[in-house]
Every structure is written in C-alpha cells, then in structure tokens.
C-alpha cells in the first residue's frame, strides 16, 4: 500500500532522469516545418532509459510522468482525457491480478458491454431500490452498490481471497474502470447519433 504522504515527494536525481527521458521524447515526437522525422534509434534509446529505472524509483518517476502527461491531455477534450485514462488503467489492473491480456483496447470495450436500454432498465430498478434511503446517504448507498457489482463479478471469476489480497482488489478496480470507459464510450455513440 503506498503512503498518500509521499505523493509529490520525487528526488532531484529522479527529475533529472525524468526529465531527461521527456526531453527525448519530445524530440522524437515533433517534427518542425521542414525538418526531418526523428530517427527511430533515439525513441529505442527513450525505452531503454526507461527500463533502467531502478525499481525503487520506479513509482516516483512514473508518477512525474503522470503528472506531466494530465497536463499535456488538458488541452484535449475531457471526454476523450477520461476515457483514454480509464482504459489504460483498467488494462494496468488486469495485467496485475493476471487476467489474460485482451486481444485490442476496442476489443476490450466492446466485450460485454451492455447496451443504453439495459442501463435504463438498471437505472429504473436502483431508483425504486433507494426510495427509502436518506437523501444525505444516497451518494454512498449508490457507491456501495456499484463496488458490489464489481466485488460480485470478482467473486464469480474467482479473483477475491487468498493471501494476496491486492490481486482481488486489482479486479475490483479493472471492473470498474472498465465500466467507466464502456459507458463513456456508448454515450460518445449516442452523443454522435449511432
């Protein structure tokens, strides 16, 4: 478990590296008017430097780049920011409680995804379900219900108990995630008139 505390808290000599490896890859990624594309040698030499990271500052660097990706991902439409993150983090969940790897992200989002006249039948049956649920306890009464889901899927496939619980709470999330990435996407559908 990682210590909320230490969020923010990365080296100079983690910067540094860091920043050495975003500095390639901007060299690589831009192409100015009248130059030529950049070799593909400097982006092999990018992921080599990435895979020399020591393991203990793995986090830390990844976290800089995290950082310094959502800032460049604000400038692009929030809808298409969340769903990219949310698929490239319920797949990072699956790969670590070793669900076997989807054969694409399209694939991925289409599996079992359930069509708008299925959320609306869901829909109907949560808001007869929470009638007698306080208004200030409805927010986390919904949460509850929702994490259910996920922890109920979990159990079916197996995924839940053990020793290492950290694997049954990976599944959990990939649920979740996922979910939000296949709502995001059938409502992009519907926003687009398909």
């Known amino acids: 478990m990682f210590d909320s505390g230490e969020i923010g808290r990365i080296t100079p000599d983690e910067q540094a590296d860091a920043l050495r490896t975003l500095i390639a890859v901007f ?11 950049p070799r593909n040698a400097v982006s092999a030499e990018i992921v080599d430097i990435i895979d020399e990271v020591p393991p203990e500052q793995a986090e830390a660097v990844a976290q800089l780049f995290t950082m310094m990706a959502m800032r460049l991902r604000r400038k692009t439409r929030p809808r298409s920011t969340i769903f990219r993150q949310a698929v490239e983090t319920a797949l990072l969940a699956r790969a670590y409680h070793g669900a076997a790897t989807p054969e694409s992200e399209v694939s991925y989002v289409a599996a079992d995804r359930p069509a708008l006249i299925d959320i609306d039948a869901a829909c109907g049956e949560l808001l007869a379900r929470i009638e007698p649920v306080p208004e200030d306890d409805r927010r986390a009464w919904l949460t509850a219900d929702v994490i259910a889901a996920a922890l109920v899927h979990a159990e079916s496939e197996q995924r839940l108990g053990g020793p290492d619980r950290d694997v049954g709470d990976m599944a959990v999330a990939e649920f979740l995630l996922r979910a939000a990435a296949q709502y995001l996407a059938a409502t992009g559908e519907r926003r687009r008139g398909g």
């Open 27 to 37: 060299a690589t990624s831009v192409v100015r008017p009248g130059q030529k594309p």
